[in-house]
């Protein structure tokens, strides 16, 4: 069987090589192979009991009546596109994307599954999973930005690259990671739509975490709009402070913002005295044995 490909450019297709035309996938599907014989890049039927979920895949929570109703359809119409794995063993394959149509079928109680196969290391595997359900999923504004935080730091991408790799430009980029710099409960709020992205934008124009959750409660509260948010921060605003008081007060931003970013990258509460003549140290606490351990194990200590 032989699959003609075609170039796709930049983004999904580029990463994900997996152009096929309409016919050759159709054949594939409707005449079962044996995936041993398989060559990387075909479409074949693999028994669902011989795949594995993506460890890498960024999307924690499935709508449940959603997957109910995917999986109402593939019991009428069937599997419309392949699900992308690579292969693990002989007779085990990891799922690369499209774990809500695996998750459905099980649930439309199929045995066999339509899939392209193809060879990816967990490095690639990790930036395709992650690059695919940015760009194919319905994610929630929060796993959007935890996705490209780690694409950033687990992938050894810049915004820049990120940007070309999900075809948004580096603001863009740039307001989705921000949002991982607001207090959890605001973050929860956006992932669970109580609030939207345009009121997460308007509580960031603020720097004091108190004011962000006053905020945040007022909105919630007052079932504020946008707009009105915006304005209340404006209100909020700081006067104009002098030219000293404004670098320290630049200091103090920077500061924090180190301190989020190695809370987010160790799980913990991380502390950074810095003085004036540039010295200063970085406090990492733990809570347990299990959690120094945990984190030993992140530092590399033997």
């Known amino acids: ?97 499209g774990e809500r149509r695996y998750k459905a079928s099980k649930l439309a109680g199929l045995e066999l599954i339509p899939a392209y196969i193809r060879t990816a290391n967990d490095q690639s595997m990790l ?53 991982l710099k607001l207090p959890p409960q605001v973050q929860f709020a956006i992932r669970d739509g109580k609030i939207t992205m ?14 962000q959750l006053k905020l945040f409660n007022d909105i919630l509260t007052g079932d504020l709009s946008v707009r009105k948010t915006e304005d209340l921060v404006r209100q909020a605003a700081p006067k104009k402070k002098n030219g000293k008081e404004q670098k320290k007060s630049a200091w103090a931003t920077e500061i924090r913002n180190l301190e989020d970013r190695l809370e987010h990258r160790y799980e913990t509460k991380v502390e950074v005295k810095h003085a004036d003549n540039g010295v200063g140290k970085i406090t990492i606490h733990y809570f347990s044995n299990d959690d120094l351990n945990r984190l030993m194990d992140m530092l590399d200590f033997d």
Do not use: W
Request: with cysteine; glycine share 8%.
């Open 198 to 211: 345009g009121h997460a934008r308007a509580i960031l124009g603020v720097e004091d975490i108190g004011l």
């Open 127 to 179: 930036e395709m999973a992650l690059v695919e359900n940015i760009q194919r999923e319905n994610l929630n504004a929060i796993e959007i930005a935890i996705s490209y935080q780690r694409l950033i730091e687990e992938c050894k991408l810049t915004q820049e690259s990120l940007g070309e790799r999900v075809g948004k430009e580096r603001s863009t980029v740039t307001n989705y990671l921000r949002l």
């Open 1 to 97: 069987m032989t699959i003609k490909k075609s170039a796709l450019g930049k983004g999904l297709g580029a990463l994900l090589d997996t152009g096929s035309t309409e016919n050759s996938v159709r054949s594939a599907i409707e005449q079962p192979a044996n995936p041993l014989n398989a060559v990387a890049g075909s479409v074949t039927q693999i028994p669902l009991n011989q795949i594995e979920a993506n460890p890498f895949q960024p999307r924690t929570e499935f709508d449940e009546s959603a997957l109910k109703e995917l999986a109402e359809s593939i019991q009428t119409q069937g599997i419309i596109q392949p699900i992308t794995v690579r292969r693990m063993g002989p007779d085990r394959y990891q799922i690369i994307s």
